[in-house]
């Protein structure tokens, strides 16, 4: 599937995942935004729900296991150049509670971290992701099952 | 674009538009669910932001101009005939105020009309699109700006 110059807009689906005070964060491994820090996530693909795609990825580019709670957000992004497009994701934002795994930087992705919540300006990452992951917080502290994810368990979903 | 059997997911919108009392219902003019009644929207364009799909689909199929204010909810609808994907949607369904417009069934619908919610359950709208509508109704209860839309305003957007 063409990412670039698509034929449509593409879904893309990304997990918010809160462990007490850290947030699980990757460097993206591909364009747009190569090298950037962000939310772990990507593209959708034919015949998998939301959910099953936000379970795929997070894995694929984390090792971390998680189960998704709840949609953060739903945003466009749009990229042109010219008058082409050069980028279009329409993206899914989930809140996720880890279930199991282990940190593991894997593919498309160059670095994989938990990272604390007062180091998060250290990491830039966009404004978006921003928002979502402190929606993501606000969403954790209100739900006493986020936090009392299992810490180290091994368990595969 | 390939509607059935899509090579990837395709990002559908949809609106719900209250007004007083009535819903704006649409009579599908295409598959899948041809002739059934439901929500009105349709397919992403590329390079269009969701809120520009909601305010263009509705405009296209029911005449009316809306205003999207909320996202009311995300859905997955896939259909497979065997092994293979005849259909897979992500549909993005947005509660919507009315700016103006008169109605008038247009393009890919059969019909279009403002529905009375006690007379939903004639139209027999599918449960997922029944719960959307149930959400737009209480989110319009909260939110004052939404039954004092124009009512025969002519506006355009």
């Known amino acids: 599937m063409k990412r670039e110059y698509p034929k449509q807009p593409i879904v893309a689906v990304g997990g918010v995942v809160i462990q007490g ?7 993206r491994g591909r364009e747009p935004h ?3 820090w962000s939310i772990p996530g990507g593209m959708l693909e034919l015949g998998e729900s939301l959910v099953e795609g936000v379970r795929r990825e ?6 971390v296991h998680v189960e998704p709670l709840e949609i953060l957000g739903v945003f466009d992004r749009i990229q042109k150049k010219g008058p082409r497009v050069q980028y279009h994701y329409v993206i899914v ?5 880890r279930t199991g795994g282990r940190l593991n930087s894997g593919s498309d992705v ?3 971290r938990w990272v604390k919540r007062e180091e998060l300006p250290d990491y830039c990452v966009a404004q978006k992701a921003a928002l979502v992951i402190a929606r993501a917080f606000k ?3 209100k739900s006493p099952k986020v936090p009392s994810a299992p810490k180290d368990a ?3 979903l």
């Open 21 to 27: 005070s850290r947030v699980l964060l990757v460097r």
């Open 34 to 36: 190569k090298g950037e």
């Open 58 to 63: 997070i894995r694929e580019e984390t090792g």
């Open 93 to 97: 934002d989930y809140a996720c509670r």
């Open 110 to 112: 160059l670095d994989a």
């Open 139 to 141: 969403f954790a502290e």
């Open 154 to 156: 091994e368990q595969a």
